[in-house]
């Protein structure tokens, strides 16, 4: 992808796919190329990446796809693992295996020995995973594709190797009576605190949810752990759109256990912009943010670190947090953000809280060597 015309190859092409799919929210820009900018993507330090884009023979666009390798994360087994994402693609069996081997051979060249797709070259919580119920609005920087992606990813080969649910619910439903009785019983013991995050003090929160993410999460990111410096550079980046009642945090006299972060849904802003984030469109996003025109949010992490497990914190935690978001009196849907099929204690959680499956999607992978043993990935104890 060496010419700013094939880059804009790969951004409009989405454009065709889904002009007649009144659900589909094109991402902006910048968030797709931010992927790809050696300078805004730490992934690269450890990692490549490539994309192509696919033309007929009247030079009309029919595909793009992107590959990559994160040896972080692929060295970590006896079957080194590559990526593929950014897929777009006309709805040809044909045309979608031709990207997909050039892929597999791309990867094979670097020593892997399967690929998992579609994913981000970069943390879970951007582009993963492929739709495959609850075609609605995306939220944002989430994946969203025709239901024919299925078949040609099936078509060619994939195979599922761990679903993905999300989970919606309207915040001022009455909880369960138990989340009350967990905030109670742990309150009156004195050592529980729970409370949101204030912006004019994100050093102090970033050390904090460092902790527990370390505590809580690493282990199931493949090992990978996260530096104060590294947290607080993301805090920085979200708190234009921070707010401050919708992220919790729960201290056991003083040390933080628990966090349950949550942001208003930026596609119902961004869908206005059309891809673009230039001047005019910020000040159209400002306009938007305090006029109101948002009354959705979504959770994209929740988690208690092991050792208090199982005690009520999440409860104490839930309910907390509820009682403030509502009396905002400004939303009126929340979609949990995703979990895997591999977490149940995640899955039940949500389900505690009333909340319905509203979309699956699904991270495939596919191994060169048909004749090796496919394994899912393992569940969460």
């Known amino acids: 992808m060496d010419t700013p015309e094939k880059v804009n190859r790969f951004l409009e092409l989405p454009l065709s796919i889904y002009k007649d799919d009144p659900e589909w929210i094109r991402p902006?820009?910048?968030?797709?190329?931010?992927?790809?900018?050696?300078?805004?993507?730490?992934?690269?330090?450890?990692?490549?990446?490539?994309?192509?884009?696919?033309?007929?023979?009247?030079?009309?666009?029919?595909?793009?796809?992107?590959?990559?390798?994160?040896?972080?994360?692929?060295?970590?087994?006896?079957?080194?693992?590559?990526?593929?994402?950014?897929?777009?693609?006309?709805?040809?069996?044909?045309?979608?295996?031709?990207m997909f081997d050039w892929c597999k051979d791309w990867l094979k060249e670097k020593g892997m020995q399967a690929m998992d797709g579609p994913i981000n070259f970069g943390e879970?919580?951007?582009?993963?995973?492929?739709?495959?119920?609850?075609?609605?609005?995306?939220?944002?920087?989430?994946?969203?594709?025709?239901?024919?992606?299925?078949?040609?990813?099936?078509?060619?080969?994939?195979?599922?190797?761990?679903?993905?649910?999300?989970?919606?619910?309207?915040?001022?439903?009455?909880?369960?009576?138990?989340?009350?009785?967990?905030?109670?019983?742990?309150?009156?013991?004195?050592?529980?605190?729970?409370?949101?995050?204030?912006?004019?003090?994100?050093?102090?929160?970033?050390?904090?949810?460092?902790?527990?993410?370390?505590?809580?999460w690493a282990k199931h990111g493949g090992g990978k752990t996260l530096g104060v410096e590294q947290t607080l550079a993301m805090f920085k980046k979200m708190k234009p759109v921070l707010e401050e009642e919708l992220v919790w945090f729960v201290y056991h006299k003083g040390e933080p256990i628990a966090a349950w972060l949550n942001l208003?849904?930026?596609?119902?802003?961004?869908?206005?912009?059309?891809?673009?984030f230039g001047l005019w469109q910020k000040f159209k996003f400002l306009w938007l943010k305090n006029t109101g025109a948002c009354r959705k949010f979504y959770g994209i992490v929740f988690g208690v670190v092991p050792e208090f497990q199982g005690k009520g914190v999440d409860g104490f935690m839930i309910w907390a947090?509820?009682?403030?978001?509502?009396?905002?009196?400004?939303?009126?849907?929340m979609e949990l953000q995703w979990i895997g099929d591999f977490n149940p204690k995640m899955i039940a959680i949500a389900k505690s809280l009333g909340s319905k499956k509203c979309r699956t999607l699904i991270t495939y992978r596919r191994l060169f060597d048909s004749t090796l043993e496919f394994k899912r990935h393992p569940i969460l104890s």
């Open 28 to 98: 902006l820009n910048k968030d797709i190329e931010q992927v790809f900018d050696i300078k805004s993507n730490k992934t690269f330090r450890h990692g490549e990446a490539i994309r192509w884009i696919l033309v007929d023979d009247k030079d009309r666009t029919i595909g793009r796809i992107a590959a990559f390798v994160n040896k972080k994360t692929s060295d970590k087994n006896d079957q080194p693992t590559g990526g593929i994402g950014f897929f777009e693609c006309i709805d040809d069996q044909h045309t979608a295996n031709f």
């Open 124 to 216: 879970r919580d951007r582009w993963w995973g492929l739709l495959v119920e609850g075609f609605y609005e995306p939220v944002y920087c989430m994946n969203y594709n025709p239901p024919y992606y299925k078949r040609l990813f099936e078509g060619y080969g994939f195979q599922t190797y761990y679903e993905q649910y999300c989970f919606s619910l309207n915040p001022n439903d009455e909880l369960d009576p138990k989340f009350k009785e967990a905030y109670d019983r742990l309150l009156s013991e004195g050592d529980y605190i729970a409370d949101h995050i204030r912006k004019n003090n994100l050093a102090k929160y970033a050390a904090d949810f460092t902790t527990i993410y370390n505590k809580a």
């Open 264 to 276: 208003p849904e930026l596609n119902q802003f961004f869908k206005y912009m059309h891809g673009r």
């Open 321 to 333: 947090g509820a009682q403030k978001i509502i009396s905002l009196k400004k939303y009126e849907f």
